[in-house]
Every structure is written in structure tokens, then in C-alpha cells.
């Protein structure tokens, strides 16, 4: 984001991941893990051993780093303003922990999109290949008559009937909602291929407020949780992530709803009044804020415009004399509001298709009249095995397992032309 206050970054969705090294094990990040599996002593070969090893490679192209935030967590009591019956998991000088220290958390760097365009950077100096960045993809059809999948796509900008189209041997979708009946979806609604068992998948939402504040106007922190709060689940500070911080520069925070609070407040795919919305995360944040940090722990500063999406909006801007605080708390100096309707995938109810597939991926061939087979995969978080599903190493495992398994899946079928020729 870029305005009176120069341009600002924010790690909106996925904020870290985590891996539990104490104890050898993985777990997702937002729901528990079944079987949790050690990446210490985990076998060649199994999905322990080749997450351990991404993460090697990851951190040694520079991708990734190791972040050590200041955990906070309290349980919060109904009412209860104010920072009395603090249980927090380290205090501001980092002194002994009641949070798990066996926990690693991994942040992207710069950001957290690094990996992905680390690893897009790979694939093209590999591969030779072309990108088209920036384009929304309407739609993948099967073209029997030259036995390829016909993509069809439109630029940035671009008005409707500008639209371009592609032919390829494969497609691959990352994402659940290119699979399902949605405006992101491109299959044909007849496909009832392997992959439409994707079309089962439920996500979970969260509602995201991205705000900052002066420099030096709050205690250093990583990560607050307040347990219970009606409104706020964690609060990260992306300042305190690696590579992020500017000297002088404003304190940057990421606040992610309660899905009870998101799904309260969406229509549709955005929220049904984004205004009291904001409202309402930016009042519980200052409530947070309250019970982990002592008034005299917080520097005031005087009264400042806020950046809205909207600067034509009379309610975006709170000049003097403005009381949405009580004095002891700056006001921010950007809040936006965003709605992640389809944030982590759920856990499939048991003895579905996607829950019993255990391949990691899906894939789907076709053979045509002519001979030639086109290959459907579909990869990503949501098709990871069930201890990995809503994890950024279990996306990883399944782009990687689906990538050897189309490997093979042409090597074969070449196989087979050269031997009938």
C-alpha cells in the first residue's frame, strides 16, 4: 500500500508457517495434526524427509528465514478490558515461556510471496518456459481436435472480447477455486473428472485488518493471541519479521478475525458493510492491545488523518478532536479492511474422495481418437495428505509429487508413440 505515508507492506494472508522441531514433528497451521510426524529422524524418502529438505533450500537461496517473534497469549474474559490476568507466553524482555518453544516459525523474505516467485523464477530458467503474469484465466477446455488443453485467459486491463488463448499438453490448477462452481472456476460445470472431488472442499474465512502506527508507538511484539476474544484471533507484526523493519519507519500489524466475526459480516465473497466491519476489528484491536500492554507502556501521538481505500469517503478521515481512543493509544496511520472469504482449506469429513485419495495430488488423462493423451493435475495445499492439508510445505510436496508423476505420466506415453511408429 502506498500513500501519505509512504509504502507500506503487509503479509495479509498467510502471515508465517510452522514446523515443531522440538519434538520432531509438523503440524498445520490451523487445525491439529492427526499424526504429527518428525522431520528429525523421518525416513529417505517419505514426506518428513523432503519437507526437511525444502526447507533447506529454501533457506539457503534466501527465500526463507527463521523468525523468533515475542509470543503474547492470554485468555480473554467477557469484558475484560484492561491488562489484569495476563497469561502470556513471554514477556517483553523474551524471559521464560509458557508457549511451546519447540515451535519454529518461517517467514518469507522479503515477503512471504518469495517462494512462490523463487520458485517461478526456477522453473523458467530450468525450463526455458514463458510466463504470463498478471493474466485472469476464464477458462480450460479440452480441444479434441488438436489434443491439447485450449486455456483462455485475459490481460490485466483488458476490456471483455480481448481475450487470448494458448493451447498445452497439460494443465495444472494450484487452487481449489479454479476446481469449483464459482467466478474463479474454469472447468466446464460437465466435468466430472478426478478432479472435481475438489468441488467438496470447504474453506474456512477471515476477515483482515492491515494497520499501522507511528514508530516507536507500541511495545516490540511478534504475535498476540488473545483466546476467546469475539473478534480478534492473533495479531502479527510484520515490522518484527526479518528484512522488514525501516529505520524511522511505521509500525505495521496484521490482524486476522475470528471466523465466527468473518462470516458474520460476509455477502457474497466481500463483507456486507465494510466500514462498520473495519470498525468493529479496529475497536476489538485496541482492546487487545489494552490487555497485553499497561497504558504506560504505550506512546501516545497526536491525532493524524487515516489512509482509507476511499478518500472521498467524509467518515475515512478523524481529525482533532477526534475520541475513538482514550488517550493513551495512537491512532493509526493506515487501516484497511480486507475479506478472505476462502482462507485455509477445512478438513474433509471422513471417507470423502479427498480424504481418502492419499496420493497428494490429482490427476487426470484423457486419450483421444487420434492417440495423443492431455493431461488435467490439480496440486496445492488442499490436495496435500491429511497431517500436511493448509500447509505451505504440504502445497510444496504436492506441486512436487505432481510434477514427478506427469514426468512419468509423458515419458510413457512417448514411450508408446515411438513404439507404435
Known amino acids: 500500500e502506498e500513500g501519505a505515508v509512504g509504502e507500506l507492506s503487509f503479509d495479509h494472508a498467510a502471515p508465517f508457517f ?15 495434526c492427526p499424526s ?55 514477556d517483553l524482555a523474551g524471559q521464560q515461556s509458557s508457549v511451546s518453544t519447540e515451535t519454529d516459525y518461517w517467514v518469507g523474505v522479503p515477503s512471504m510471496n518469495s517462494i512462490c516467485k523463487g520458485l517461478a523464477a526456477e522453473v523458467q530458467k530450468a525450463a526455458e518456459v514463458e510466463e504470463y503474469f498478471g493474466c485472469h484465466v476464464l477458462s480450460v477446455e479440452g480441444e479434441e481436435s488438436v489434443q491439447k488443453w485450449k486455456v483462455t485467459w485475459r490481460e490485466r486491463g483488458a476490456k471483455e472480447g480481448e481475450e487470448k488463448f494458448e493451447f498445452f499438453d497439460a494443465a495444472v490448477l494450484s487452487d ?7 467466478k474463479y472456476g474454469v472447468l466446464p460445470k460437465s466435468y466430472e473428472g478426478p478432479l472435481s472431488a475438489a468441488r467438496e472442499l470447504k ?62 459480516h460476509l455477502e457474497g465473497d466481500w463483507f456486507r458493510d465494510e ?17 497485553f500492554f499497561p497504558p504506560e507502556g504505550v ?15 467524509p467518515k475515512a478521515e478523524r481529525g482533532e478532536g ?13 487501516s484497511i479492511a480486507h475479506m478472505w472469504d476462502c482462507a ?23 486419450q483421444g481418437n487420434t492417440g495423443g493423451t492431455i493431461f488435467l493435475g490439480a496440486c496445492g495445499d488442499f490436495c496435500a495428505s491429511s497431517s500436511w492439508r493448509g500447509e505451505v510445505l504440504g502445497a510444496a510436496l504436492s506441486g512436487r509429487k505432481l510434477a514427478a508423476a506427469l514426468f512419468d505420466r509423458f515419458r510413457k506415453a512417448h514411450t508408446a508413440c515411438l513404439t507404435q511408429t
Not at 481449489?176 to 464459482?182: A, P, R, S, T, V
Not at 466500514?275 to 490487555?291: H, N, P, Y
Not at 485455509?344 to 484423457?366: C, H
Request: one cysteine or more; glycine letters at 10%; proline letters at 8%.
Open 203 to 264: 474453506s474456512t474465512t477471515v476477515s483482515v485488518l492491515l494497520t499501522a502506527f507511528p514508530c516507536g508507538s507500541l511495545p516490540a511484539f511478534g504475535i498476540l493471541r488473545p483466546r476467546g476474544h469475539p473478534v480478534i484471533e492473533k495479531v502479527v507484526c510484520d515490522t518484527e519479521k526479518p528484512h522488514r523493519a525501516k529505520k524511522g519507519g511505521p509500525v505495521c500489524l496484521v490482524v486476522h478475525s475470528t471466523e465466527a466475526f468473518a462470516k458474520r
Open 275 to 291: 466500514e462498520t466491519a473495519r470498525e468493529e476489528m479496529e475497536r476489538g484491536l485496541r482492546e487487545v492491545l489494552k490487555k
Open 18 to 32: 510452522q514446523t515443531e522441531t522440538g519434538t520432531g514433528s509438523i503440524r498445520p497451521l490451523s487445525m491439529p
Open 176 to 182: 481449489k477455486l479454479l476446481i469449483q462452481d464459482n
Open 36 to 90: 504429527p510426524q518428525s522431520i528429525e529422524s523421518a525416513q529417505p524418502g517419505t514426506d518428513e524427509e523432503q519437507a526437511r529438505q525444502l526447507l533447506r533450500e529454501w533457506e539457503s537461496s534466501g527465500w526463507v528465514e527463521k523468525w523468533k517473534p515475542v509470543e503474547l497469549e492470554a485468555e480473554w474474559e467477557e469484558g475484560g478490558e484492561g491488562h489484569g490476568n495476563r497469561n502470556v507466553g513471554k
Open 344 to 366: 485455509q482449506v477445512a478438513r474433509p469429513e471422513t471417507g470423502t474422495t479427498m480424504q481418502s485419495s492419499g496420493k497428494g495430488y490429482l490427476l487426470d488423462s484423457a
Open 299 to 313: 506512546v501516545s501521538s497526536p491525532v493524524v488523518p487515516v489512509e482509507r481505500e476511499s478518500d472521498a469517503d
Open 322 to 334: 477526534s475520541s475513538d481512543t482514550d488517550g493513551t493509544f495512537p491512532l493509526p496511520l493506515v
